[in-house]
DNA sequence: CTGTTAGCGCCTTCAA
DNA sequence: TTGAAGGCGCTAACAG
């Protein structure tokens, strides 16, 4: 029965109301030998404190929401693993939402939550949100959001790998190997991440004499099945480029498998390369090149920024890149040019 | 700004604050163009429903608590995504907090979520967790808890897989290979999850001649690294059975990984299989037996349940196993005897 | 340091 | 059908 209230328990203590409320949140200047006894007090009367009544006065429920798409990813479980972390650690709850990568979902979720009168909300946003539905269901109640690995609009706070450096670091690897041709295979078309992840590639194979065109490859999932079938879709035209760039290890791994399936042997027939660098990325036989993007301090960045932003909603909005590293294994470093 | 409130909303339509909060509910009895006349006024005014008011008096909040160790183990993952799936379709809201094993940051967890007046708690419980902590947490509210996976005391819902007859199937079929002799690698030791899956292979091998010794294995985590070490264990001791047996596919993968560090082949050197079929196991080269437990099921079914318990808490607790499914692949298949 | 008072936004009840 | 009133549990503001 949370029907033990405060009341309750300073009548029990024989202090008053504002005394028992004071000593719930740690005010100093309660004397310790009173303040013991409220405590007592609670623990005998089995007390819970009520925080959505707290919160009709405080105006914060101390919750935040966090909606990603996918969590089968290890990659967005990571991330979500560490925002959670950072956020219990600064004494939210976290509501959590999967989309699935539907916008409809989505802003169902979005306006669940903030009903739930969630005091910021992290969003890694499926493909297709936009700005205008977002404030709409967001500026009522002027919740801030943030940003989460992909951004649709300036106007929200951002946090996420630097993709265009992730790009450029890959493909300046991947020059030096000799690859005489290179395509990226799969992940979701509009993107801010594939874009700039591309881009980063561009500006990598600048000069370089690698042949890299973007536009040769489907968009696909972001998962292993989009892998497979974006593997497959550029073998079925004939196409055999020296180097397959995976959008993200999840993808790799759909690649590795359909490259067997057709007895192409990942590293040797073909060079492959990735982004993110999961942990299976070093399990994987044999060993995946990846880019690593940090899921876990992009996590906390992005709860360090978001609370900053709900102290100071006036704040201009920022943008916070995190730095890769590129991570040189076997399905790359083993390759040889073919003569 | 979250300052619009029914009150508002009804002056602005010229009703009462009752037929405006009738309406929010879909009330029948009142008037369609009354109704519109408020929708219309909710609309202009950018009202949103507060629920924690509404909970204040309803005395529910519609929200549940899903406390997890790891969702980067794909299997936990896809069991994360389906109750948040059902928990979505009821119209609750989840709250999610990740243990990482840690007993004493579930119970934290576990006791922020009371505050937050959850309806109800799925805990996959970490472990050394304990029937009388959790209840001294949960009782004061009168919180159902449903334990996901893994339990630790009879008066509280479980749901899971049916571990005894995954654990006879995969022998079962390992003996039909020939196989003389297996080892379980891994797992959480104190785990119910590990004692039945024990309990089910012994059984599975009874009169079968193979030789299993469960004790000879060491638990370790639930995940790549404890797979490793596992395995590393046991080859260090000299011992080499035919076929290894991991508590899951999170730790075959670790398993996979030490085997050819050592130069060793998994599926010919050794026959390996192992629990949960994620999707990973069919991608692996070569493709790991495994045997499906469908987290998708158990998030569902377990949804169901501690919804019916939140209707009728003085059921008697109930607990639901799973069946299990067999997927033999080349990592067991393509084994044979050593001469 | 304590007690009192007045809400936070909603829902329920009762009377009109 | 509608209006008025009371209260869910807590906190803030003020007067003792």
Not at 191 to 219: N, T
Request: hydrophobic share 40%.
């Amino acid at each position: 029965m949370s029907k033990v209230t405060l009341e309750d328990v300073s009548r029990a203590a024989g202090v008053s109301r504002s005394t028992a409320s004071l000593v719930l949140r740690g005010n100093t200047r309660i004397p310790e030998s009173t303040a013991d006894r409220v405590r007592l007090a609670m623990a005998e009367l089995g007390y819970v404190y009520n925080r959505h009544a707290a919160n009709m006065r405080r105006r914060e429920s101390m919750t935040l929401g966090l909606i990603v798409t996918d969590i089968r990813n290890p990659y967005f479980a990571g991330l979500t693993m560490s925002i959670e972390e950072a956020a219990h650690q600064a004494g939210y709850n976290l509501f959590v939402g999967y989309s699935r990568d539907d916008v409809e979902r989505q802003y169902v979720q979005l306006e669940t939550m903030v009903q739930q009168q969630v005091d910021g909300v992290f969003l890694l946003p499926a493909t297709g949100s936009e700005l205008s539905p977002v404030c709409g269901i967001v500026d009522r109640s002027e919740v801030p959001v943030l940003q989460l690995a992909r951004y649709f609009s300036d106007e929200l706070d951002y946090v996420g790998p630097d993709n265009l450096l992730a790009g450029q670091q890959l493909a300046q690897h991947l020059s030096s190997l000799g690859v005489g041709s290179a395509i990226l295979i799969g992940g979701p078309e509009p993107s801010s991440a594939r874009a700039e992840r591309i881009r980063g590639l561009e500006a990598g194979f600048a000069g370089s004499g690698v042949s890299f065109d973007p536009s040769v490859s489907a968009a696909t999932t972001n998962n292993a099945a989009g892998g497979s079938e974006g593997i497959a879709g550029i073998l079925d035209q004939g196409i055999w480029p020296d180097c397959l760039i995976a959008y993200s290890d999840a993808v790799a791994l759909g690649i590795y498998a359909e490259l067997r399936r057709r007895n192409l042997e990942p590293g040797r027939d073909v060079s492959v390369a990735s982004f993110d660098d999961i942990t299976m990325a070093e399990l994987l036989l044999p060993p995946l090149t990846s880019v690593a993007t940090y899921p876990e301090r992009i996590g906390r960045e992005a709860a360090e920024l978001l609370l900053k932003r709900i102290r100071d909603p006036s704040m201009a909005p920022q943008r916070s890149h995190i730095s890769p590293a590129l991570k040189v294994r076997a399905s790359t470093a083993q390759w040889r040019p073919r003569p």
